[in-house]
């Protein structure tokens, strides 16, 4: 058996503030290339007070990104590329701020400054052939663990798929509490939910160890505290323990592995456009004989939040869109190796995930 190898941030800073050493952090840096920093932020920010307190420099660039209409593409990255190098020469670094669209931006954009072409050439795993420019994220949003991960998920003309290596992972992330306080409460909610949703997947399948349980067993702890205790909720003190959760979610799974729900979630985004983690809740509260003590506590969870998740959405569904949505989630084999095991392949036929996709 082969064991991962992976890669982790370089360097990590946590706590409530902490954003206010941007500046001092990347000081060093400002040294390389041509001497200035490009900032993706979510265009959330744009004429909040974060936008006043990002320490920039004036010979750098910031870009407000509106990251609703879709999640990242490749022709979106490229074109900010070219518009980057273009105008000012290579940069020391790249500064993202804002949820998980952002953190893939950046880290693609990291990585395509250096690699010529298209992303979509480097779609898939350990495709890039040079490393990246200097990256640093900053989450404002808490769930997806984005901030931790080795690959900047884009979604292309053929496929959705991350560019994935070592050096697609941040060299840097600043973990401030404070920013994902203004966050509405939907997402929040879908957001946290896809840390509990990896923790449970990560756990629930052969590929869990000591090292990934330990993360993800801690991580579950925190999401159960954030999201069902008595002092659940949208607090500062819940604020601090989300940050972590996502973090220590993303290392849980990075060393084992996601399962049903994501290889169903991506299906269901490739073909009808849904949001990640809005398609693991969407689907994740019909996988109870699958996750019976998850799927259990995740319904109390949408109770005790008052979130309404759509039903019956596959009345609207014809055999060939089944068949679509079924092909992509079928075509993610170590997903379900890592949840039915070995003889995932007798489990795991189209017709078995087609089913899966009726439930919903
Ligand atoms: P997001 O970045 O898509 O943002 C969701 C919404 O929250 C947006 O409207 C945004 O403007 C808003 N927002 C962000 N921070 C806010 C704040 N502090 N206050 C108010 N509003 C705020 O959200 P997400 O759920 O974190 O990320 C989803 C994306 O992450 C998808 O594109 C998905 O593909 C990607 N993803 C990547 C990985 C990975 O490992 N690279 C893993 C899971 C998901
Ligand atoms: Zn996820």
């Known amino acids: 058996m082969q064991h991962k190898n992976f890669k982790n941030i370089d360097k990590v ?9 941007l500046a001092e952090t990347v000081e060093p840096i400002r040294k390389e290339n041509k001497n200035y920093f ?37 022709e979106q990255i490229d ?9 000012k020469g290579l940069p020391s670094g790249i500064i993202g701020i804002g949820g998980g669209s952002i953190m893939d931006i950046a880290k ?13 050439l480097y779609q898939g795993l350990n495709l890039i052939k040079k490393p990246g420019i200097y990256h640093l994220g900053v989450p404002t949003i808490s769930g997806t663990g984005a901030e931790v991960s080795m690959t900047a998920v884009l979604t292309g003309p053929e496929k959705k798929l991350g560019l994935k290596c070592d050096w697609t992972v941040f060299n840097q992330v600043i973990l401030d509490p404070e920013l994902i306080a203004s966050v509405p409460t939907d997402w929040w909610f879908y957001t946290g939910m896809d840390t509990y949703i990896h923790c449970i997947e990560s756990h629930g399948g052969i ?16 999401c159960r505290e954030v999201y069902l205790s008595e002092k659940s909720g949208q607090t500062p003190d819940n604020d601090d323990k989300l940050m972590v959760a996502s973090l220590m979610g993303g290392l849980s799974l990075t ?16 073909i009808h456009g849904t949001r990640h983690c809005y398609a693991n809740c969407v689907i994740f509260q019909h996988l109870e004989d699958i996750y019976p003590k998850g799927v259990k506590e995740f319904n109390q969870m949408i109770k005790k939040h008052n979130i309404t998740l759509p039903q019956n959405l596959h009345k609207e569904w014809d055999d060939a869109t089944l068949t679509a949505m079924a092909t992509v989630s079928y075509n993610l084999p170590f997903m379900w ?14 017709d078995y995930i087609k089913d899966l996709f009726r439930r919903l």
């Open 38 to 74: 490009v900032y993706v932020v979510d265009n959330y920010f744009k004429g909040k007070p974060l936008s006043n307190k990002l320490q920039n420099k004036p010979e750098d660039l910031i870009y407000y990104i509106n990251v609703d209409p879709h999640e990242p593409t490749t």
């Open 79 to 87: 074109t900010l590329r070219d518009e980057v190098l273009s105008k």
């Open 337 to 350: 190796n890592h949840a039915f095991g070995d003889n995932y392949k007798e489990i795991a036929t189209l």
């Open 207 to 222: 590929r869990n160890n000591a090292f990934s349980l330990a993360y993800g067993d801690k991580a579950l702890e925190l």
């Open 13 to 21: 800073v946590y706590g409530r503030g902490s954003f206010n050493q």
């Open 108 to 120: 693609a954009l990291s990585l395509m400054f250096t690699n010529e072409g298209s992303s979509t």
């Open 255 to 270: 060393y084992s592995e996601v399962g049903v729900c994501h290889a169903l979630s991506y299906g269901l985004s490739k």
